[in-house]
């Protein structure tokens, strides 16, 4: 029986993923940012709009979809709330914020932006055969982190001598914002 080569097992793999690592990586960055910045689409117009609004107690999923399509919005409502004087309405692909008060408002549209969407789809994708593949990435990438462990027997650069110390503080970390960020 042949004995297993780690050194091109760790090789193979990295370069069979390198395209789906380098997309989470960046997905997972701009992801970490989504609070402020929506990466994956941009805004391509904004257009003022007044509206005569019921009374906050009257404002429904069911009136803000309707606001919507009397905008001439076909995409899916995602959410309303009202937020400091403000109504503010998700759609898939627009957001409305109008003064509570006024009525006066905008209308802002978005498109999808390229590439960095379809990046971020990766992220949320929730098809059968898309989770498999996942968990084959997720195995996979545990290979690797392995397999770089035992790549260098011995020496000063070798996992006993200095990876674990490396390896120690690279899980403290993240662990130790888990507990103070929580």
Same mark, same amino acid.
């Given at each position: 029986?042949?004995?297993?080569?780690?050194?091109?097992?760790?090789?193979?793999?990295?370069?069979?993923?390198?395209?789906?690592?380098?997309?989470?990586?960046?997905?997972?960055?701009?992801?970490?940012?989504?609070?402020?910045?929506?990466?994956?689409?941009?805004?391509?117009?904004?257009?003022?709009?007044?509206?005569?609004?019921?009374?906050?107690?009257?404002?429904?999923?069911?009136?803000?979809? @309707? &606001?919507?399509? *009397?905008?001439?919005?076909? +995409?899916?409502?995602?959410?309303? !709330?009202?937020? %400091? =004087? @403000? &109504?503010?309405? *998700?759609?898939?692909?627009? +957001?409305?914020?109008?003064?509570? !008060?006024?009525? %006066? =408002?905008? &209308?802002?549209?978005?498109?999808?932006?390229?590439?960095?969407?379809?990046?971020? !789809?990766?992220? %949320?994708?929730?098809?059968?055969?898309?989770?498999?593949?996942?968990?084959?990435?997720?195995?996979?990438?545990?290979?690797?982190?392995?397999?770089?462990?035992?790549?260098?027997?011995?020496?000063?650069?070798?996992?006993?001598?200095?990876?674990?110390?490396?390896?120690?503080?690279?899980?403290?970390?993240?662990?130790?914002?888990?507990?103070?960020?929580?």
């Amino acid at each position: 029986m042949k004995k297993i080569n780690f050194r091109n097992l760790h090789r193979d793999l990295g370069y069979f993923y390198i395209g789906l690592i380098i997309s989470f990586a960046i997905s997972g960055i701009l992801m970490n940012h989504r609070e402020r910045w929506h990466a994956d689409k941009y805004t391509t117009e904004t257009k003022p709009i007044a509206i005569v609004l019921p009374a906050e107690n009257e404002i429904t999923d069911q009136f803000a979809e @309707n &606001l919507g399509k *009397s905008l001439g919005l076909e +995409d899916k409502m995602r959410n309303q !709330k009202i937020k %400091k =004087g @403000n &109504l503010k309405i *998700s759609f898939e692909n627009h +957001d409305i914020e109008i003064d509570i !008060k006024t009525g %006066k =408002g905008e &209308l802002v549209s978005f498109i999808k932006t390229p590439i960095v969407s379809q990046m971020m !789809k990766l992220h %949320k994708n929730t098809s059968n055969w898309w989770i498999y593949y996942g968990d084959i990435f997720g195995i996979s990438l545990i290979i690797i982190a392995f397999t770089g462990i035992i790549m260098i027997p011995s020496g000063k650069l070798s996992f006993k001598r200095r990876g674990w110390k490396l390896a120690i503080a690279g899980l403290i970390f993240p662990l130790l914002i888990l507990i103070f960020l929580n």
